[in-house]
DNA sequence: ACGACTTGCAACGATAATGATGCAAGTCGG
DNA sequence: CCGACTTGCATCATTATCGTTGCAAGTCGT
């Protein structure tokens, strides 16, 4: 019985994904896209959707819940808190790039949801606190305003994803060196 | 006649001013709001709008040529052919500042039109020949690359627009002195 | 082969947005 | 005051999307 269940929940479940997937695919496309056309993209009937999400906007709950806890976990494993700044710099942007590409849209429209909201407020928070640390160690200039600095951060991923060539660790090294170095010379400033 | 003419005309133009301007300010909030919504935010009636504008389609391309031309007169006043690099690239900054404040929503959904498309792939045209003089006058690194200084360059113009506090010229500041020398001390990169 | 489960298909009702029209009322220049 | 013009209002048909349901067919484990 519990194979059963298992073998059945991971059918179920293989088919969720691949609404998720398609979603994604198809609504960072054309954010407008109708529950049809995400359903064509999945290769599954619009029926079938609605049968697994009661709503569009349960749909894109679910997408968010989904990117979130894939974000929360590319943070994590870049140990933000601990590891040397720049270290942690580094590992965070390639960690999240990597989930970023996949999941761009459902990143951009995530703080609609309450849930998701606030696991990206704490995140923000982290970065933020990743940021000081980067400060403190001589890393970041010391009159750098940290908001400022973290929107420029996101900015900077946020195109990187954009390139969807080229892996994630090469494009990690231009947007650490971009946001820390920019992209002028130390010449011609006051 | 002709005097007739003008002021009628103007009462109408400033109509479609007062819509366009309202559908900017209620799509960027969201961009799925529907035509009684923009009506309503102008503060004429529903019919008015489909009056001057045959279709849904057609008030954004109106938006876009709109936007297209602010845009494109922003980065006129600026001579970007002539002045030096580095004076060029505060100018642009900042007049592009002024506008994209204003018509966020508009210029990230221009390239649609294709009328709008080529005056923006025109614009980013002007804008890598820019980035080359400023190259050549080490003003960016002999290294840069150039298509990747013009995305953040954009990038960092979206986010400086998305602070609506603070004036243009404070922002561009932070722009240009952010895209050149990033956030970061010399110490600390390789 | 049986049962649990899922899917596709076809069809349904409900709702909302779209775009068009006729008419009365208003403004403004001449 | 007249005439050109625009607007608001009420109303209409059309269309698209949404969300639901019943049923037949299929898969997969036992």
Known sequence: MSGTT???RSD???TV??????AERVLSRNPAASMEQIAEAAGVARTTVHRRFASREALVEAMARWATQQF???VDAACPENAPPLVALYQV???VLRVKIDWGFTMRVM???PEAGKVYADIAERCERLLIRARDAGVLRADADLDWSRRVFYALLHEAAACRDG??????TQVVDTLLRGVGTSRGLS
Chains 1, 2 share one sequence.
């Not at 994904?17 to 398609?22: D, F, N």
């Open 93 to 95: 942007t390639a960690n």
């Open 17 to 22: 994904r691949t609404i998720l997937e398609a």
């Open 12 to 14: 179920a479940e293989r």
């Open 72 to 74: 929360a976990e590319a």
């Open 167 to 172: 892996d994630p660790d090469a494009l990690a």
């Open 111 to 113: 703080d609609a949801d």
């Open 6 to 8: 298992r073998a059945l």
